[in-house]
């Protein structure tokens, strides 16, 4: 029986796609251009796995990949890759919602210039909008996981 890939289903492999490639076009940048090297380290820094400072460069790589890999997951609706999404975001929002609570207290000047990102707010905002669309019933059929 072929599955029907939904719309929403190809906008988050696109999405997963293109920050796969965002993060290795800014790696490139990273080692050929100097003078661009503090924004491209700051995007890294920003999607990137945060394994530290010294492994900064090969997490990117290996977010990319993952990225690729979940996507391509999900274009083909896997149910892993629609497991490993909604596991990845909820837990990056609990994150950010308890980081944030405790940054309020602490430190509210750093906290605001997080959330005054242009990163944060896409990634937020993307994160909510997968999230809400893969809990979904039709969706959740789509991917043959019956409730």
């Excluded at 503090?38 to 995007?43: Q, T």
């Excluded at 990634?123 to 789509?142: E, H, P, Q, W």
């Amino acid at each position: 029986m072929a599955r029907d890939r939904l719309l929403g289903v190809r906008l988050i492999a696109a999405y997963l796609f293109l920050k796969a490639t965002a993060l290795i076009v800014a790696e490139a940048v990273v080692h050929s251009r100097s003078d661009l090297q503090p924004e491209a380290d700051e995007f890294i820094s920003y999607f990137a796995i945060n394994l530290g400072a010294s492994l900064r460069h090969q997490s990117a790589l290996l977010t990319a990949f993952l990225d690729v890999s979940v996507g391509l997951g999900i274009w083909f609706l896997r149910r892993w890759a629609r497991t490993v999404i909604v596991l990845t975001n909820s837990y990056g929002l609990c994150r950010i919602t308890i980081g944030s609570a405790i940054l309020m207290n602490l430190d509210r000047r750093f906290l605001t210039s997080q959330i005054s990102s242009p990163y944060f707010a896409i990634s937020v905002v993307a994160a909510i909008l997968i999230l809400f669309y893969l809990l979904d019933t039709d969706v959740k059929r789509a991917f043959g996981v019956r409730e």
